[in-house]
Nanobody, 120 residues
C-alpha cells in the first residue's frame, strides 16, 4: 500500500487549497483512519486533523474552522480543505493512514509531504 499526497502549492493569504492523499495498492483495501500533519521550517511536526471510516473527526485546534478533513471511502482518498490560508500555515503537509488489506491486516502508512506556501 502506498499513500500519494498532492494538492500543495503557493497561494496568497486568504486563498484556499485542497490537499488529497490517495491510498492504493493491492486488489482491496480499507482506510480505517487517516490524518494530516504538518511541519514548518524549524518547528516540530504537528497533527492537524484526523478522520475515521465511521466519520469521526478530530482537529488539533477545534476553534480552527478554516480546515476541513473528509474521507472518500470509495476512492480511498482523504482530503484536507484549507480556506482563508495564512502565512503561518506554511509547512510541509503529510498524510498518514491506517489501512487494512486482506494480506497484511491493518498497518500504518505515511505519505510523502506536499509543500504549502502561503505568501502575505
Amino acid at each position: 500500500v502506498q499513500l500519494q499526497a498532492s494538492g500543495g502549492g503557493l497561494v496568497q493569504a486568504g486563498g484556499s487549497l485542497r490537499l488529497s492523499c490517495a491510498a492504493f495498492g493491492g486488489n482491496w483495501l480499507i482506510v480505517n483512519t487517516a490524518a494530516w500533519h504538518r511541519q514548518a521550517p524549524g518547528k516540530e511536526r504537528e497533527s492537524v486533523a484526523m478522520i475515521t471510516k465511521e466519520g469521526r473527526i478530530w482537529y488539533s485546534d477545534p476553534s480552527n474552522d478554516r480546515f476541513a478533513i473528509s474521507l472518500d471511502k470509495v476512492k480511498n482518498t482523504v482530503y484536507l480543505q484549507m480556506n482563508n490560508l495564512r502565512p503561518e500555515d506554511t509547512a510541509t503537509y503529510f498524510c498518514t493512514a491506517n489501512v487494512w488489506t486482506p494480506s497484511d491486516g491493518s498497518i500504518d502508512y505515511w505519505g510523502q509531504g506536499t509543500q504549502v506556501t502561503v505568501s502575505s
